[in-house]
């Protein structure tokens, strides 16, 4: 038995001695403050646990599998760590916690490196997906994105709006006199009113 790499590599001040989760490979819930559990911790931290009372959990999308991890308050135990692949649920090795952790790293070196948009680009949004990106969509029910209103997209909808206002401006001056349904009777005086319509719809009209 044997303390993770991480815990053995760690100086540690405080009174009472860390205990390491790993000390057979796999993860051992009597663990308190491991260095490597802490890492995972913090992960989950960022990516956002959900919580009830006291209790907090992360369920972490890795690859198509889940990394799950279970604790009370922000104390140094965790009270369960294991990988959730299809339908069963597999305790967390030392391993895993180490590829994982490394995945996750290079999925936030890569977000860190994508190109950014300059001031004054005429650009309304742009989306690259990184490697934690796709699994995180791919396993999500539901994805929200917030559009900041630039004065581009301010200018676009208004031109729609005009657009459309002088489409039905044009079709209400047509059909007004000739009693016709919505799409017309076939007469001079139609096909004219809808000639002029579908010009309303090009831009620059």
């Given amino acids: 038995m044997s303390d993770c790499p991480r815990c053995q590599a760690r100086t540690w001040r405080q009174p009472v001695p860390p205990r390491c989760s790993f000390p057979s490979g796999t993860f051992d819930p ?3 403050n491991c260095a490597t559990m802490s890492e ?20 972490l999308p890795w690859d198509g599998d889940f990394l799950v991890l279970g604790w009370y308050k922000n104390r140094g135990r965790t009270e369960f760590a294991g990988i959730l692949r299809e339908s069963a ?8 916690a180490d590829e994982f952790i490394a ?21 309304i949004a742009t ?3 990184t490697p934690h990106d796709r699994v995180y969509i791919a396993h999500s029910e539901r994805l929200n994105l917030d559009i900041t209103d630039t004065p581009v997209v301010a200018a676009l909808r208004e031109e729609r ?13 047509a059909f007004r006199a000739c009693e016709s349904p919505p799409e017309g009777c076939g007469c001079p005086g139609c096909m004219e009113a809808m000639k002029a319509a579908n010009a309303a719809r090009e831009p620059g009209t």
């Fill in 103 to 123: 995945w996750d790293a290079e999925c936030r070196a890569q977000e860190a490196e994508a190109p950014r948009p300059h001031a004054g680009d005429r650009l």
């Fill in 161 to 173: 709006d005009r657009l459309s206002g002088e489409v039905e401006r044009w079709r209400d001056l």
């Fill in 40 to 59: 995972l911790r913090d992960i989950a931290g960022r990516r956002g646990p959900t919580s009830s009372e006291d209790q907090h959990a992360a369920t």
């Fill in 30 to 32: 009597e663990g308190w």
């Fill in 89 to 96: 649920m597999e305790p967390l090795t030392l391993a895993s």
């Fill in 127 to 129: 989306v690259e997906l």
